[in-house]
């Protein structure tokens, strides 16, 4: 590993651990010689404040009890509440997937409907044997 990487490593270390005095000392050297390094010494500091300011507004207060507490009452019901909630939360999902199969059944009718040769109810909601074998030669 080359110098620089090392100092850069123990620049990175420092913010997390304490380090020795003998790598303290060199890192204060790299510092006093260095100001691309003081530079990413200011960049680190910076953003570990942005990180710090944001990670403290991105949940209101007691956030962990209010779900632990939420946990807690889904567990200790035994009416089987929870299966039904996970059921309940399907269901918005089955409902797109429904609609889209059904606009496909659709679509799938009009163009049988079209490309058939007789316009027959028949003809539109069956595959012709000629699609048929078409499909079973691709196999």
Same mark, same amino acid.
């Given at each position: 590993?080359?110098?620089? =990487? =090392?100092i850069l490593k123990l620049?990175?270390?420092?913010?997390?651990?304490?380090?020795?005095?003998?790598?303290?000392?060199? #890192?204060?050297?790299? $510092?006093?010689?260095?100001?691309?390094?003081?530079?990413?010494?200011?960049?680190i500091q910076t953003q570990?404040?942005?990180?710090?300011?944001?990670?403290?507004?991105?949940? =209101?207060?007691?956030?962990?009890?209010?779900?632990?507490?939420?946990?807690?009452? #889904?567990?200790?019901?035994?009416?089987?509440?929870? !299966?039904?909630?996970?059921?309940?939360? $399907?269901?918005?999902?089955?409902?797109?997937?429904?609609?889209?199969?059904?606009?496909?059944?659709?679509?799938?009718?009009?163009?049988? !409907?079209?490309v058939g040769e007789i #316009?027959? !109810?028949?003809?539109?909601?069956?595959?012709?044997?000629?699609?048929?074998?078409?499909?079973?030669?691709?196999?």
């Amino acid at each position: 590993m080359t110098k620089n =990487k =090392k100092i850069l490593k123990l620049l990175y270390r420092s913010f997390d651990d304490r380090l020795k005095e003998k790598d303290q000392q060199k #890192l204060t050297q790299a $510092l006093e010689d260095s100001p691309g390094l003081r530079q990413e010494k200011e960049k680190i500091q910076t953003q570990r404040k942005i990180i710090a300011n944001t990670a403290a507004r991105s949940f =209101k207060p007691f956030f962990i009890e209010r779900v632990m507490e939420q946990v807690n009452a #889904l567990g200790g019901k035994t009416n089987g509440l929870g !299966l039904e909630m996970f059921y309940e939360s $399907l269901v918005p999902v089955f409902r797109r997937f429904a609609a889209a199969g059904a606009v496909i059944s659709v679509l799938l009718f009009f163009y049988n !409907l079209g490309v058939g040769e007789i #316009l027959s !109810l028949e003809e539109a909601l069956t595959m012709s044997d000629i699609t048929l074998r078409a499909i079973l030669a691709i196999f």
